[in-house]
């Protein structure tokens, strides 16, 4: 059952007062690296500029972010050194790290794929359910920057996963936020092969960009049932054209 009637005139949830949304997404992912063991005590964290890219927010995003982050005493900062992370005895060294092993093999790519699929199509779900315009204005954003580069005949993997972290910020929930980011290297290898596949013919460049505005436009109208489908369409359909529908047998 769509959300699209009881929730077309109801208020998006909202950060406390005062607060970006996208800046609450940037500091829990953080905050859950840092819980996580995967930013040690004492580690310097990347400055803004590069946090700014790595999250496609601002440099005052990132900057309010980084202030949250220090009123809870996990950072502390060094003029014209940066921030490093609060060595805490419930931040041990002994924590092991989260993340995920490098893509090596073809296999990898479409085990990726499998994982993308049990994620991203609740993602769609969820931001069609909690979007506010600020959210909502920066998935129009990676889009336009996509339908530019369809025009041109070409792919960009960046406009494209700022597409789908875009998504993922829309949910307000920063598990979504930090499971996207700790995959951006491997999502970017399986856009840049399919991307790969698709420039060969300007029919398919736009049906994939198509496909990309029907996702806006589900999530756009709250219609969060059809927002989750039709991003689950369009990942298979990805795998699909980049497999050619030839599948790998991973049985053990």
Known sequence: MTNTTESENAAPERAPAGRSPLAQNVFQA????????????????????????????????????????????LIYSRRGAGSFVVARPDLGAEQPAVGFA??????????????????EPDHAYWAASRWN?????????ALDLM???TVARLHREDADFAFHLAIAQATNNHY??????????????SMKFHGNSVIVAKERLE???????????????RDSDRARELMRRHLEGSRDRLFEGRMLDLSL
């Open 207 to 221: 049906n994939v960009f198509a496909e990309h505005c029907g996702i806006f436009e589900a999530i756009r109208a």
């Open 102 to 119: 490098p893509v090596e093999t073809i296999a990898d790519i479409q085990r990726c794929y499998d994982f993308r699929l049990t994620i």
């Open 176 to 189: 979504y936020v930090s499971s996207m980011t700790a995959l951006k290297a491997h999502i970017f290898v």
């Open 30 to 73: 953080l905050r859950a690296q840092i819980t996580g063991g995967q930013l040690r005590p004492d580690q310097k964290l990347p400055g803004e500029h590069e946090l700014a890219e790595t999250y496609l927010v601002s440099r005052p995003i990132v900057r309010e972010a980084l202030r949250q982050l220090r009123e809870q005493r």
């Open 133 to 141: 315009a600020e959210a909502l204005d920066e998935i129009a954003t």
């Open 147 to 149: 339908r530019d580069a």
